[in-house]
């Protein structure tokens, strides 16, 4: 199947920083991404719809002036958390939609965000 | 609005042995797809296997398959010949074919966590 990557698999920072997450599909181009937060022992809920050349789509409840989402390119969206603050730890995972082929989503393997 | 519901937080089998995690949705759409992923420890949702509502024959995957039933909104997944690899959390999704304004996000269950015994 297709592959994606996510940076950093892991990154504890200190409150009120930024840090900012990439997710690149690797071998097909994608002008849908998704971004999501998982807590422990549940489901994966969306965050945002990332779509490449315009602006993101969030879901209701999520603030989109501290989660910023830019999809600049085919391959590649970015999520920045920005004045992240403790109750920002989780696990936060992307994916791709590669429409091409079978039209299905690849996930990438996560970055588990730690806020001191 | 649609849901994906899995009623089992919790499933067990024994090595080598068969098992079937359920799922049922709620639309009221008639095109969609239905999808099963994997979230081993490593945490990397993989895909299992995937159906479209359109076709009629089960999806198969050499040991994965599907019993898909439309009318009562069912989508189980059946495992034979467990292995120890496939203890994973096991999620059940729904995507429309009608993409519009969801731009075919993921709609997913909350998750089955399937243990295998050796």
């Known amino acids: 199947g297709a592959v994606v990557s996510q940076h950093p698999s892991r990154v504890i920072c200190k409150s009120g920083t930024s840090v900012k997450i990439e997710c690149r599909s690797l071998?097909?181009?994608?002008?849908?991404m998704f971004w999501y937060r998982q807590f422990p022992k549940k489901s994966l809920m969306l965050m945002a719809t990332s779509n490449e050349g315009s602006k993101a789509t969030y879901e209701q409840g999520v603030e989109k002036d501290k989660f910023l989402i830019n999809h600049a390119s085919l391959t590649l969206s970015t999520l920045t958390v920005t004045s992240a603050h403790p109750e920002d730890s989780s696990f936060y995972i992307c994916s791709a939609r590669d429409q091409g082929g079978t039209d299905t989503q690849y996930f990438g393997p996560g970055t588990r965000l730690t806020v001191l | 609005a649609q849901t994906v519901t899995q009623s089992q937080p919790e499933m067990s089998v024994q090595e080598a042995e068969t098992v079937t995690l359920s799922c049922t949705y709620d639309?009221?759409?008639?095109?969609?797809?239905l999808f099963w992923y994997k979230q081993p420890p490593s945490r990397q949702m993989i895909l299992v296997i995937r159906q479209e509502a359109y076709k009629q024959q089960n999806a198969t995957e050499n040991r994965f398959s599907v019993n898909f039933q439309k009318a009562a909104k069912s989508f189980s997944l059946k495992i034979s010949d467990s292995q120890l690899g496939d203890a994973a959390m096991y999620f059940c999704a729904y995507r429309s074919a009608y993409y519009g304004g969801s731009q075919g996000n993921l709609i997913f269950g909350k998750g089955t966590k399937l243990s295998v015994k050796p």
């Open positions: 639309t009221s759409e008639s095109d969609y797809y």
């Open positions: 071998d097909f181009q994608a002008t849908t």
